[in-house]
């Protein structure tokens, strides 16, 4: 089993930066897909990057060139880093991560708030 536990959320004002971060424990070595997704209030939770155990990343239109996803294969971490961050922004940030055959694991969110 693999399990995962975000950090780096918080409060911040409009064109500012976070970092977030999903420490991965467990059967780390086993995962092949890893991806944060974001849910608003009210709306359906959203993949906003990927990344392939081959290092190839995806984005949502509404992220790119924002946003970047990166693996530290020496902490087992998987980060966003997300700057010039807009209102839109705000949501509770997930990390999933596929693993083995066909196994799923999930955070439990963090939550990013962008607002003067």
């Known amino acids: 089993q693999v399990q995962l536990v975000e950090s780096g959320g918080g409060l911040v004002q409009p064109g500012g930066s976070l970092r977030l971060s999903c420490a991965a424990s467990?059967?780390?070595?086993?995962?092949?897909?890893m991806y944060w997704y974001r849910q608003a209030p009210g709306k359906q939770r959203e993949l906003v990057a990927a990344?392939?155990?081959?290092?190839?990343?995806n984005y949502v239109d509404s992220v790119e060139g924002r946003f970047t996803i990166s693996v530290d294969v020496a902490k087992n971490t998987i980060d966003l880093q997300m700057n010039n961050l807009r209102p839109e922004d705000t949501a509770v940030y997930y990390c999933?991560?596929?693993?083995?055959?066909?196994?799923?694991?999930w955070g439990q969110g963090t939550q990013v708030t962008v607002s003067s």
């Open positions: 467990g059967s780390v070595s086993s995962i092949h897909a």
């Open positions: 999933n991560v596929l693993y083995g055959l066909g196994f799923s694991a």
């Open positions: 990344i392939s155990s081959e290092g190839n990343t």
